[in-house]
């Protein structure tokens, strides 16, 4: 089946540098990913839609600034923290649209990466 | 915003006992896919079902089922003979239309205890 991969699963970093998160479709190609933020006993809030070879769209309330996504090639997207900051530790989690699976079936059309644990010191 | 509801946010049951998790959904879509998935402590998410708005047919996996009322606008989870390993956060969601943009419930705190 579909396999999506997340880099690092976890990471510390010190405030004010940047983390670089990595989401890599294994074995399908992916025109569209999305990252999620989940905060600890929380839901998943979709951040953005990250589209290949063009801008992501963030959702309201998200800075694009602070957290950018870079869509490369059709299996890996990457989500860049900025300047991070205690605030921005949380659990992020990307998943990737396998356009191959058909839509009338029952079948995941939507593979989840195992997500990332920020810690911001 | 199309919201997702799950209202119960723990559920605590002893093995073997049936389950069901409550999904409430609201859309403006005529088409829209509604989905559970399963969250252990590790974090990942499991994909459990997807579920289409045009196919209300109920479906059962071994000990899995999933009733779609779209009278009610429901999309229930029921667990028969819990085991311990099926203790874990349940997420239902909902994406609409072609947009595979996911808008998740709360969760569920589902703990089988022995």
């Known amino acids: 089946g579909a396999v999506v991969s997340q880099h690092p699963s976890r990471v510390i970093c010190k405030s004010g540098t940047s983390v670089k998160i990595e989401c890599r479709s294994l074995?399908?190609?992916?025109?569209?990913m999305f990252w999620y933020r989940q905060f600890p006993k929380q839901s998943l809030m979709l951040m953005a839609t990250?589209?290949?070879?063009?801008?992501?769209?963030?959702e309201q309330g998200v800075e694009k600034d602070k957290f950018l996504i870079n869509h490369a090639s059709l299996t890996l997207s990457t989500l860049t923290v900025t300047s991070a900051h205690p605030e921005d530790s949380s659990f992020y989690i990307c998943?990737?649209?396998?356009?191959?699976?058909?839509?009338?079936?029952?079948?995941?059309?939507?593979?989840f990466g195992a997500g990332s644990r920020l810690t911001v010191l | 915003a199309q919201k997702v509801t799950q209202a119960q946010t723990e559920i605590s049951v002893v093995e073997k006992e049936d389950v069901t998790l409550d999904c409430v959904y609201e859309?403006?879509?005529?088409?829209?896919?509604l989905f559970w998935y399963k969250q252990p402590p590790s974090g990942e998410l499991v994909f459990l079902i997807r579920?289409?708005?045009?196919?209300?047919q109920n479906e059962i996996s071994g000990r899995y089922s999933w009733n779609f009322q779209k009278s009610t606008s429901s999309f229930n989870f029921t667990i028969t003979a819990s085991q311990v390993v099926d203790s874990a956060v349940y997420f239902c969601?909902?994406?609409?239309?072609?947009?595979?943009?996911?808008?998740f419930g709360k969760g569920t705190l589902l703990t089988v205890n022995p």
């Open positions: 998943s990737a649209r396998d356009q191959g699976t058909a839509l009338l079936s029952g079948a995941n059309v939507l593979t």
């Open positions: 074995d399908f190609q992916a025109t569209t």
């Open positions: 990250s589209n290949e070879g063009s801008k992501a769209t963030y």
């Open positions: 859309t403006r879509d005529t088409t829209y896919y």
């Open positions: 579920r289409n708005s045009f196919d209300e």
């Open positions: 969601a909902r994406a609409g239309g072609s947009n595979y943009k996911l808008t």
